[in-house]
């Protein structure tokens, strides 16, 4: 326990569904956590008290449009003044406009890819200096087992989470002589307010291709998650780990 | 502020050479620092001059890397 005490993690997208479990069990493992998302001011307030609450840990809620990238530069600037800099960037916020590529606009194409990929270029830059001056550091993307086998209806969203996977690994390549760390992470079908609103015949029907039969839970990411932020970890990189129930495999 | 010096100063801590071998037209690439030593270089040049010194172009040579910053502290 307490893997990752003394560490600060910024989790974007972490007001709620899987980047708040991740900023959740990051806590309970003594690390300070900074939440980025662009819920309500009072959710994600309320999402940062409970995990300082349940923790005992330093935790805030910065209103940010990860898609910007002047306002991510100037929020993360203002977060490393207020917490001496960031140990762990988990890259998590992302949304979906599913529809087949005929029926995609351009706005669908675009946003898709500005959220869920644009967005870790605008966090990773603003984070550089600040792993190569501590010459340490834990960058985890969260991709997606779309990203590695597509999916129908997704060109936006699984051309993004492949892209992800690019950026991981050159990331990777570039900090490694620097002590950091960044891997993916690519779930599968898991538990979140995204699929609680899914048609629940699809999701059945998409249930029943993965080889374990059933659902994931946001902590299984998280508890990934964990693993690679912490020193267990430390010779992995590069790496993109499906946490998915074998659907991918 | 003689930047050029400066720079020497670190040149010669990353690179093990003497100060005085450095001209402004010696490569980067010669001394074997690549592009992010060079971050790495102008990093600590920031807190010696205590100026903000974001790398934003590609620099070759000693004297492209002083001119450049020499940019960013009159900005």
Not at chain 1, 50 to 67: E, L, M, N, T
Not at chain 1, 120 to 137: L, Q
Not at chain 1, 138 to 151: D, W
Not at chain 2, 38 to 44: A, G, L
Request: some cysteine.
């Amino acid at each position: 326990m307490a893997e990752l005490k003394g560490k600060v993690a910024l989790v974007t997208g972490a007001g709620r569904g899987i980047g708040f479990a991740i900023a959740d069990t990051m806590a309970r493992e003594g690390a300070d956590v900074v939440i980025f998302d662009l819920c309500p001011e009072e959710a994600g307030l309320a999402a940062a008290e409970q995990i300082a609450q349940a923790h005992g840990v330093k935790a805030a809620f910065y209103r940010c449009d990860v898609s910007s990238f002047d306002t991510v530069q100037e929020t993360v600037k203002a977060v490393i003044k207020e917490f001496g800099g960031v140990d762990i960037l988990v890259n998590n916020a992302g949304i979906t406009r599913d529809k087949v590529l005929l029926a995609m606009s351009e706005q669908d194409w675009d946003m898709v890819l500005d959220i869920n990929l644009k967005s870790m270029f605008n966090t990773i830059k603003a984070c550089y200096r600040n792993f190569m001056k501590k010459k340490s550091g834990k960058i985890i993307n969260i991709s997606s087992v779309s990203g590695l086998m597509g999916n129908a209806a997704q060109a936006n969203y699984t051309s993004a989470k492949a892209g992800v996977i690019g950026l991981t690994k050159t990331v990777a390549r570039e900090l490694a002589s620097r002590g950091v760390n960044c891997n993916a992470i690519a779930p599968g079908t898991i538990r979140t307010p995204m699929t609680e609103n899914m048609d629940q015949g699809a999701l059945q029907a998409l249930l029943s291709t993965v080889p374990m039969g059933k659902i994931g839970e946001p902590s299984d990411i998280a508890e990934c998650a964990v693993f690679l932020a912490s020193d267990k970890a430390k010779y992995i990189t590069g790496e993109v780990i499906r946490v998915d129930g074998g659907i991918a495999m | 502020m003689d930047i050029f010096a400066k720079l020497t100063e670190v040149l010669a801590d990353h690179t093990g050479r003497d100060a005085s071998e450095f001209t402004m037209d010696t490569t980067l690439e010669s001394l074997g620092i690549d592009s992010l030593e060079t971050v790495e270089m102008v990093m600590e040049l920031e807190e010696e001059l205590d100026a903000e010194l974001e790398l934003d172009e590609k620099v070759a040579t000693v004297g492209e890397l002083v001119a450049f910053i020499e940019k960013k502290m009159a900005e």
